[in-house]
């Protein structure tokens, strides 16, 4: 399976503090893109990164990708109680996007 | 920023029923995917098409499953006969180029009772 991996599954944090989750994958990918859901809402697009890019950034949000050990990280700095949804890794494959399991972040006010 | 969109947001259906959950994509888009998430569970692949046929499709979308893109605008997904697992929520989506973003839909909620 291709599927990205988050983890932690779950992370709460207070208000202001930094949140990191990081998702793992198997092969090799053209893209790599981070999602937000919010509870029983549709899936929210963040930010893509391609295969080439190491770093990205985009308001709040920084997105790290390494090719060589198949791992990206979502950091979300200075969180705000808002940004309690849970995230989702997807990488392409063929023609369909890869889901992971999603990190649940929980931003304590 | 352009939408998809889905209808109905929520339906509810009695088992054995057909359904078709329907979907507007971005109109200058060329490829249009399925997903669905059963409660508490990871958002699930069920197909992709392109160039009005199936590219890919997961083993969950079995022959209950068919999608039709009948008018060049819609983008439907028919269950023949639900079953109560089919209870979860389907998302739609849609993109330009199959390795750019996709745009989703705010998924309709489905209940097999």
């Known amino acids: 399976s291709q599927q990205g991996e988050e983890d932690p599954q779950a992370l709460s944090i207070q208000e202001g503090e930094n949140a990191t989750m990081n998702c793992s994958y198997k092969?090799?990918?053209?893209?790599l893109q981070w999602y937000r859901q919010n509870s029983g809402r549709g899936l929210v697009h963040l930010i893509l990164i391609r295969s080439n890019e190491r770093e990205k950034h985009s308001g709040r949000l920084r997105v790290t990708l390494d090719t060589s050990k198949k791992s990206s990280s979502l950091l979300i700095t200075a969180s705000r109680a808002a940004d309690t949804a849970s995230y989702f890794c997807?990488?392409?494959?063929?023609?369909?996007?890869?889901f992971g399991t999603g990190t649940s972040l929980t931003v304590i006010p | 920023e352009p939408e998809v969109t889905q209808t109905p947001s929520h339906q509810v259906t009695q088992m054995g029923q057909e359904v078709i959950l329907r979907c507007v994509p971005i109109?200058?888009?060329?490829?249009f995917y399925w997903y669905r998430q059963i409660l508490g569970q990871k958002v699930e692949f069920l197909v992709s098409f392109y160039n009005n046929e199936i590219s890919e499709k997961s083993e969950i979308f079995d022959d209950q499953f068919s999608v039709e893109r009948p008018d060049g605008s819609n983008f439907t997904l028919k269950i023949r006969s639900t079953k109560l697992e089919d209870s979860a929520m389907y998302f739609c989506?849609?993109?330009?180029?199959?390795?750019?973003?996709?745009?989703f839909g705010q998924g309709t909620r489905l209940t097999v009772v």
């Open positions: 109109s200058n888009h060329l490829y």
């Open positions: 092969t090799s990918i053209n893209n």
């Open positions: 997807a990488t392409d494959s063929g023609n369909q996007f890869y």
């Open positions: 989506a849609s993109s330009g180029d199959r390795v750019i973003r996709a745009f």
